[in-house]
């Protein structure tokens, strides 16, 4: 089902925790709301939920008005972070709950289908206690999805998990929402999380949506600073544009030039005018200042000096001292490691210009 939310907001006494927010999540998709605590997402999610009210505005399900209905008329479920599982109940009479609450007396099947689903089908007979963490969570999961929900709710499901598990569980729970099909908006403050799993992320800040996307999107092209450093690490520069216009813009970052694509500039930015520039820590390459006759033309590039270099199995990361930036981060992947390149050495630091963005100056 799709879910529209047209002007919702949630104010608590004089406090706004939700601004009007007019948001479409389509049928079938995986959609993330991601925030630090505090930003708002729990909040949006209970009022789809129906389990608080909205102080204005208008939730629909494939375009009918639901804001009126309780939670438990709503085609809707929600999985909790505390999986709250029955104790006494073993894995099967846990799932089974629900359909039996509705008076369903044949609920074997429906059960052994769910179980199947979550790959949990050897330990129906087990007790919670008895289980771990991941498998408490699909349980937790199985016994939502067995009352066939037309939309599941996720809140940050996978937090009481440890770092490997939640990695595991995330490609579960997408694994899940492909093979059933129905929309998933899953409440998250973990960035790589909603990456992992999300076709569309709404990155969340002080009650409103800073940006909404396709994770690739926000993280190639973040429009504010907030979400830049929300997600992942962003070199960010200032720099003074000094031409504008055409396919390709360039500014001046304390006296290099650099080059951007037009369509990566904020909008109605024109020579003359600030402007922060970013790039990705792992876009850029280093080459000792040597052998600076050898980076291929046609690149950004800026000069510096290695402040720090830390070897990190997977990649090697560096602290980098540029005139334009105290401390530029890079990181080297894949690539056999050139010993000049230690803390102290002088380096030229280049990308491709395409995967240079531009943001407004003066928002965070
Ligand atoms: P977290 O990740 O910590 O759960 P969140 O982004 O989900 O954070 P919400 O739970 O939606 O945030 O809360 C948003 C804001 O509204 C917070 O500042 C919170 O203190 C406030 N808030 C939430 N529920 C209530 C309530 N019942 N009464 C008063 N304030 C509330």
Known sequence: MTIQLTGVSKTFGDFTAVHPLDLTIPEGSFFALLGASGCGKTTTLRMIAGLEDPSAGHILLDGTDITALPPHRRPVNTVFQNYA???????????????????????????????????????????????????????????????????LLLDEPLGALDLKLRRQMQLELKRIQTEVGITFVHVTHDQEEAMAMADTVAVMRAGRVEQLGAPAELYEHPRTAFVANFLGTSNLVEAEVTAAGGGEAEVKAA??????????????????????????????????????????????????????????????????????????????????????????????????????????????
């Open 255 to 364: 006296g290099s030039p650099l080059r951007l694509p037009s369509a990566r500039m904020p909008e109605g930015t024109g020579a003359g005018d600030g402007v922060l520039v970013g790039v990705r820590p792992e876009k850029i390459s280093l080459t000792p200042a040597d052998d600076a006759g050898g980076v291929p033309a046609g690149r950004n590039r800026l000069t510096g000096r290695i402040t720090e270099a830390s070897y990190l199995g997977v990649s090697v990361q560096y602290l980098v001292e540029t005139p334009a930036c105290p401390g530029f981060a890079v990181y080297e992947q894949n690539v056999e490691r050139d010993p000049r390149l230690v803390a102290g050495a002088e380096v030229v630091l280049h990308w491709n210009p395409a995967h240079t963005f531009g943001l407004q100056p003066g928002r965070d």
């Open 85 to 151: 599982l029955f104790p006494h109940l073993d894995v099967h009479d846990n799932v089974a709950f629900g359909l039996r609450r509705r008076g369903m007396k044949q609920v074997k099947n429906q059960v052994a289908e769910m179980l199947e689903l979550v790959e949990l089908g050897h330990l129906a007979r087990r007790r919670p206690h008895q289980l771990s963490g991941g498998q408490q969570q699909r349980v937790a999961l199985a016994r939502a999805l067995v009352n066939k929900p037309q939309v």
